[in-house]
């Protein structure tokens, strides 16, 4: 096929193009690294301008939106760092940088230096966060190292005394920006940690551009701050800069203020958090007295205690009436008895045979002993005795009479004799 | 009974007064023992408050050889 039966339009070649270069991902979104030139701001805010090398040159383009958040004034002649797509302009049949985004890169060699030395100090655990200690409580100094006569000292003062009106601080002046920043900084820390009371450092500086903080990017600088055996509380720059020494301290604060609202602690909270303790301390010993004192009572309030005289009372009231009981009791026995023995004595003594003897009866007996109720039971000539009241009377049977003939014989007793 | 009121960092202070605290709010030491953890907390508390309105306001500059001497400091007209 012959290159002349291939027509394109200019058109139709430029979109091409254009699409060659759409299609291309790097040129999407690309971070362009060079010198401005022939820099123009158009009347429209757009910004118009070449990047060149010693090579090559690019045509580039900051649309007015864009180039609004620029935070420093682009001039010809200024390395730069742009970050955008490529992109091609139909009408004038260019390609172009279209920028988002701009920043100086005055720091370009220095920039990459940082990055290094980042890379070696993290390698050697300075940044690492189990090295972060805690802040104390209270203080008994604040250390602060920074520039003498610096705002950020005298932010640092007037917060830190705000909060707790008696502080000590303890403040070692030092160069912050310059060749003389690091070794200054480095000595200040060390000074400072001598201090025995000091148990907080605060260290910082105001806001300035990224050379100006530089020295708290350097090694030895970083070193010092990992090696303080005081906590640091870093405030350098503004909230959105950090440097190498923010990385290694114990905590970071924003600002010189807010590191100072870090490291004071607010008197009035300690002391409030002190009385309430006191009082919480009070209460509960208050609370247990009365418990000891609520079971002291509870026993005591038992009647034992009460009356204890009542016991005893009770016991000799009981003691007495058994004892008078027992009293009467034996009493009634004592009588019943006698009345008994004396009825019992009474009829023994109706029963006594010898009593018949006062009034003249007498008893007979014989040899034996044998008393005799017969005269058959005897013979004639037979010696008797005869019981009186007084003694008795030995005698002989002269004449047996019997007389009463009603009498039953008795039997098995005696001679059964019939006259 | 020691008397370590004075000894060891405000906040291991603070930490020993919240233990005795909660010790004795939990009532379970004996009157003898509870006693003792009270004065404790009394004497630490009294510690701490001293240390508290204890230190008196001082600025002071440390110079590069390590000496100190109290440091002249502007006052804003803000309070």
Not at chain 1, 172 to 195: C, H, K, W
Not at chain 1, 198 to 215: K, N, Q, S, T
Not at chain 1, 272 to 282: D, F, H, K, P, S
Not at chain 1, 341 to 364: M, Q, T
Request: aromatic letters at 4%.
């Amino acid at each position: 096929m012959e290159l002349s039966d291939c027509f394109y339009s200019v058109g139709q070649l430029t979109r091409l193009i254009k699409e060659l270069f759409w299609r291309t991902e790097v040129l999407r979104e690309v971070a362009v690294r060079g010198e401005l030139s022939s820099c123009k701001r158009h009347t429209s805010g757009h910004l118009y301008f070449t990047l060149k090398d010693d090579t090559s040159a690019l045509k580039g383009v900051m649309f007015r939106q864009d180039a609004r958040t620029l935070r420093f004034q682009p001039k010809s002649g200024m390395q730069v760092v742009a970050y955008g797509r490529v992109g091609v302009y139909e009408r004038d049949g260019v390609y172009q940088l279209y920028v988002q985004r701009m920043e100086p890169d005055g720091l370009g060699s220095l920039h990459l230096a940082l990055e290094q030395l980042k890379s070696a100090l993290a390698k050697e655990g300075w940044f690492d966060p189990a090295r972060k200690r805690p802040l104390p409580r209270l203080p008994r100094a604040v250390g602060v190292v920074t520039a003498l006569g610096s705002a950020a000292l005298s932010d640092i003062i007037k917060v830190a005394q705000r909060r707790y009106p008696t502080v000590h601080l303890v403040i070692a002046g030092v160069t912050v920006q310059g060749l003389d920043a690091p070794p200054s900084i480095v000595r200040g820390l060390e000074v400072i940690a001598s201090v025995s009371d000091v148990d907080v450092i605060i260290m910082g500086r105001g806001g300035g551009a990224r050379e100006e903080l530089w020295a708290f990017n350097d090694g030895d600088v970083v070193r010092a701050v990992g090696n303080s055996p005081i906590p640091v509380v870093t405030a350098i720059g503004h909230q959105t800069d950090v440097t190498l020494a923010d990385l290694a301290a114990d905590v970071r604060a924003a600002t010189p203020s807010h590191a100072a609202e870090l490291a004071v602690p607010l008197h009035a909270d300690l002391e409030l958090a002190l009385t309430e303790q006191v009082l919480r301390l009070r209460r509960a010993m208050q609370r247990r007295l009365e418990v000891s004192e609520q079971r002291w009572h509870h026993l005591v309030d038992r009647s034992v205690f009460r009356r204890p005289l009542e016991i005893m009372h009770q016991q000799r009231q009981r003691h007495d009436d058994l004892q008078q009981g027992l009293q009467q009791n034996m009493a009634r026995r004592v009588q019943t008895h006698t009345d008994q023995v004396g009825a019992l004595v009474g009829r023994l003594d109706a029963l006594n045979p010898l009593a018949v003897l006062a009034r003249g009866f007498s008893v007979c007996r014989d040899e034996t002993g044998r008393v005799l109720k017969s005269v058959q039971q005897v013979s004639d000539r037979a010696t008797v005795s005869v019981q009186l009241n007084d003694g008795r009377l030995h005698c002989r049977v002269e004449e047996r009479m019997l007389e009463n003939r009603d009498v039953p014989v008795l039997r098995g007793e005696g001679h059964d004799e019939r006259q | 009974m020691n008397d370590n009121s004075q000894q060891g960092s405000f906040e291991q202070r603070v930490k020993r007064l919240e233990a005795i605290v909660k010790e004795l709010e939990v009532g379970s030491a004996s009157l003898e023992e509870a006693l003792c953890l009270f004065e404790e907390g009394i004497a630490l508390a009294r510690a701490l408050k001293e240390q508290l309105d204890g230190t008196e306001r001082r600025i002071e500059q440390i110079l590069e050889e390590g000496t100190l001497r109290p440091l002249e400091v502007e006052m804003d007209d803000e309070t």
